[in-house]
């Protein structure tokens, strides 16, 4: 196995602006793609994944889904993603050894600073460090990376979880149904799924079904919320199995007000979407839906919010604690200002024009990456926060803020970070707000 990943060859293929790069084994066979939708502002951002199906079909779908993602929470920043071939049962030996490889091809472009990457499916942060150590970055493995852009000790889980909660509720309260009470499912209960229970816990939904891989346990007057929780983070999957538990699939048939998807890619398929009983679908997964499933809830006056939409949460999460040094409190703070009225905005004025919400997000997505690539051409900003869309700032503004993000994080300049900090928050907001308005251009 040592021998089979030291002398890896790559392969590139260019498809417009897109591009594909394939990490081939000495034998020929696959050890890993990196897929590139789109370049904004110089940058593009993406996970990587290890898994023994991952394809670049896969992740050439996700990397654009990402790029949409990205426009939509007004970033400047195109999509990709990364992954990397895990054979079933290797051991960790081999599991490192296959990251090393993997960093070591594409050294060039992970240090070109060009690619925001971070954990993802399969991936934990220590795996990330040992692709940046091979790609010659560095970094400590004991410390972590960042989910996508610069150094973050925050799971870009609980962001996304809260967009997917936010969504829900944005899409409810547009089909006249009350949050509290309402008749909430979930496929899936991974970190995101988990995350977006307890947000809707808290704005009193009713949890009345909950599925994994291995099945979907039901309570129609509703889940205790912490129980639920708690079974979840301790028995895993095999929380939703065992005796009373109904098959997986069964969630999708839940009479329910709103269906949260954060299962699999193509965990949706079309005779599901026939049979399905949600007045609402949340994707917070990635391609959650096989082929014609859209389309079909859309015939059948199904409200969908897709996954750019409601899954938006992870990466604009992590570009506020890394952009603004924003605590998991603040990003919260932010996300149910900034992120929620976009939602419903959004679908307001797809419902004005009789076509799905992911009609409208994909056209304010795409004018304000328009508007990045005007304003940025090859340059690359600060971070991801696109500063050339807002207003101007003043000398003595820009030299506070540079203070605060060269502070943030010393102990001994931590008096400092602390008094300039609601700066940085506020000129992240004033950045956030402009972009969006580009985004809204033409609406009406």
């Known amino acids: 196995m040592r021998e089979a990943v030291s002398n890896v060859t790559i392969r590139e293929e260019q498809r417009g602006g897109s591009r594909s790069v394939l990490v081939d084994a000495p034998d020929g066979t696959p050890l890993g793609f990196l897929e590139v939708d789109r370049i904004v502002a110089g940058r593009c951002c993406g996970g990587i994944r290890a898994t023994a199906g991952v394809t670049r079909e896969e992740l050439r779908r996700i990397a654009a889904v990402m790029t949409l993602k990205c426009g939509f929470v007004g970033l400047a920043v195109g999509g990709a993603k990364g992954g990397i071939v895990m054979p079933s049962g290797v051991s960790a030996t081999e599991r490192v050894e296959r990251f090393a490889a993997y960093g070591r091809a594409l050294g060039p472009i992970l240090r070109s600073g060009a690619w925001s990457h971070g954990v993802d499916l399969g991936t934990t942060p220590a795996d990330i460090a040992v692709i940046r150590e091979s790609a010659g970055l560095g970094g400590n493995r004991s410390r972590g990376v960042a989910a996508l852009d610069g150094d973050s000790n925050t799971s870009s889980a609980e962001p996304a979880g809260l967009t997917v909660a936010l969504a829900t509720e944005a899409a409810l309260e547009s089909l006249a149904i009350p949050v509290r009470g309402a008749r909430v499912a979930v496929q899936g209960a991974g970190a995101v799924g988990r995350a977006a229970v307890a947000a809707l816990g808290r704005a009193g939904a009713r949890i009345v079904a909950v599925a994994t891989i291995a099945g979907t346990v039901c309570r129609d007057d509703g889940f205790d919320i912490a129980s639920l929780l708690e079974g979840l983070a ?27 998807v954060c299962a699999g890619t193509a965990s949706v398929d079309f005779p599901a979407a026939v049979r399905l009983r949600a007045r609402t679908v949340i994707c917070g997964a990635n391609i ?23 899954g938006a949460g992870g990466v604009l999460g992590t570009t506020l604690e890394t952009a603004a040094g924003a605590a998991p409190v603040e990003v919260e703070s932010i996300l149910r200002r900034r992120f929620k009225p976009l939602v419903a905005a959004t679908v307001a004025a797809a419902a004005a024009r009789s076509e799905p919400p992911a009609a409208e997000a994909s056209r304010r997505a795409l004018r304000v990456l328009a508007a990045c690539d005007r304003a940025y051409e090859a340059t690359r900003p600060p971070t991801l926060l696109p500063d050339r869309l807002a207003p101007d700032l003043s000398v003595a503004a820009s030299v506070c803020l540079a203070i605060e993000r060269r502070a943030r994080g010393s102990s001994r300049l931590a008096r400092i970070a602390r008094r300039l900090h609601g700066r940085s928050l506020a000129r992240a907001e004033e950045v956030l707000s402009a972009s969006l308005a580009i985004g809204a251009e033409g609406v009406g």
Request: charged content about 30%; glycine content about 12%; aromatic content about 8%.
């Open 234 to 260: 301790r028995r895993g999957d095999g929380f939703t199995g065992g005796a009373g538990a109904q098959p997986a699939r069964s969630v999708l048939e839940v009479d329910c007000d709103a269906l949260l």
């Open 288 to 310: 959650p839906f096989a082929d014609r499933v859209e389309e079909t809830l859309f015939d059948r006056g199904i409200l969908v919010l897709p996954d750019f939409i409601a």
